[in-house]
């Protein structure tokens, strides 16, 4: 876990003492060796299209929506959303109303020896990750954005809960605030600062 998850903890009531940081880490050989082996083609995106990619439980904190409202503004991407759960349908519903429908690809479950392929296969990775009011609804670290990283892609994420010790601002990836503009900019200056990009792509593979 984080040191924030770690400061979390005592400050719910757990004795400090009781408590142990033990690091996140990621298998990064297992990413940087992987091959998109034509995903995109499987799931209909076309090459000349910049890719998003989320890969998280479909419930509100983690921020689909914010990237589905971004794709409105945003001409030339598409977005990859891996996972299940309770908010898809209504995340279906606004990629239908949105008019993005055709750029958005919900590819439910997918097992775990196959997710390299998806993270290689992306231009960046994404999960604005919101804090609610509920206590329990607090991003603890986000191990997904080390795993895209390690695949050498770019990651945005959002400055909540234990995410700003994942992703290196402006090194390794953009953090910004959980809310639409934001997240668009993000998006955006990862689209169109390609040398910024290149330089947190070779920071992330490091």
Known sequence: MSDWTGQHLTKQGAAPSAVT??????DAARFQNAQAGGLRAEVGVSEEDFLLLTVARLVPRKGHRLVLNSLEEIEGAAYVIVGTGPEEERLRRLAETTGIADRVAFEG???DEQLP????ACDAYVMPSLHLSDAQSVEGFGLSFLEANAAGRVAIGTRTGSIPTAIQHEETGLLCESTARPVED?????????GLRARMEANARD
Do not use: T
Not at 21 to 26: A, D, E, F, S, Y
Not at 117 to 120: I, W
Not at 186 to 194: G, L
């Open 21 to 26: 940081v033990i690091p996140n880490g990621v």
């Open 109 to 111: 479950y997918v097992p």
């Open 117 to 120: 392929r998806y993270y290689k």
């Open 186 to 194: 993000a998006v955006r200056r990862v689209i169109e600062d390609s």
